[in-house]
């Protein structure tokens, strides 16, 4: 018998990469893809958890008692999802307290290695299902700055913004004319975001006045009206992180003849970059060996 069901929208990080963290205004986006989350009741006093990819393909099974969450296996996965469970507990000390069993599925709708939120979805999912605040149970288990949250809970382009260490999230009107000249470009591997985070924190300069910066781009990149003006804010974004992590650009680093402008998207190096162009814009990426360009209309809510 179906109990329950969640579902959760995953992101992408416009404009903040990196300066989020530090009290910066952020342009975040909620996708098309992300991830349900589906609760049945069984007779047996355990947690069944089963997690299917987006071609349907189970690849992540466990089984925990109850109410003690004793786990049957040990793994990276299976630790890692016992602690959000336990998380939850501790927010609500009446979530999973009694032996009703529960078969749990969940059901990403994008390739778990594309960077769109797989731990997000699944943390918002349980918080939705713990009936607890989200943005507490990601403090109290994965950490970071909480967008990608924002984005699981809204379905439509975000203003985000951390004040005292508390999220502040407007819903905005991004919804440029010229986005037929948007793409989002898959890069062909998973960028790990908390070896970025550990990279920014090296930076010793003013992330205070580089927050300023990158807030007034956020805003001028939100009212931009035309093609052009919105190519020369993404460059003066990409070289003010740059000079941050110093790691240079995705654009003079791969794509250096590229006719457009890209910009990393998150943690620099992986998952998906924002490229301008038109309708020669995927078989350039194609032809360096990047298959997956997905237009703006088929990526974001």
């Not at 300066?19 to 006093?45: E, H, M, R, W, Y």
């Not at 987006?54 to 089984?63: R, V």
């Not at 507990?89 to 069993?101: T, V």
């Not at 990426?285 to 997956?292: I, Q, S």
């Amino acid at each position: 018998m179906l109990v329950n069901s969640f579902y959760s929208n995953g992101k992408l990080l416009l404009t903040g990469e990196y300066l989020v963290l530090d009290g910066a205004t952020a342009l975040a986006l909620p996708t098309k893809f992300g991830q349900d989350l589906t609760l049945k009741k069984i007779d047996v006093p355990y947690i069944i958890w089963e997690s299917f990819d987006e071609k349907g393909n189970l690849w992540f099974q466990s089984k925990f008692e109850l109410p003690t969450l004793k786990a049957d296996s040990n793994n990276k996965f299976v630790s890692t999802l016992l602690n959000i469970l336990k998380e939850a507990q501790i927010l609500n000390p009446k979530f999973l307290s009694d032996a009703s069993g529960l078969h749990v599925q969940t059901k990403l709708s994008f390739p778990k290695n594309w960077g769109l939120g797989t731990s997000s979805t699944l943390i918002n999912n349980i918080a939705q299902w713990a009936n607890i605040d989200a943005f507490e149970l990601l403090e109290n288990s994965f950490g970071g700055s909480g967008y990608d949250l924002a984005c699981a809970q809204n379905n439509s382009p975000i203003i985000y913004q951390i004040h005292d260490k508390m999220p502040s999230v407007e819903i905005v009107d991004f919804n440029p004319v010229f986005k037929d000249h948007l793409y989002f470009v898959y890069l062909n591997k998973k960028q790990d975001s908390k070896e970025g985070i550990i990279r920014y924190r090296e930076f010793m300069g003013d992330t205070f006045a580089l927050s300023q910066e990158i807030s007034q781009l956020t805003i001028l990149l939100l009212k931009c009206t035309d093609l052009m003006s919105f190519e020369n804010i993404l460059e003066k974004h990409e070289n003010l992180i740059s000079g941050i992590i110093k790691q240079r650009p995705v654009q003079q680093e791969l794509f250096p003849d590229y006719f457009g402008q890209t910009k990393s998207l998150g943690a620099w190096g992986g998952d998906f970059i924002l490229a301008t162009g038109n309708s020669d814009t995927p078989s350039y990426f194609k032809n360096k060996g990047f298959e997956m360009v997905i237009s703006y209309q088929d990526m974001i809510l």
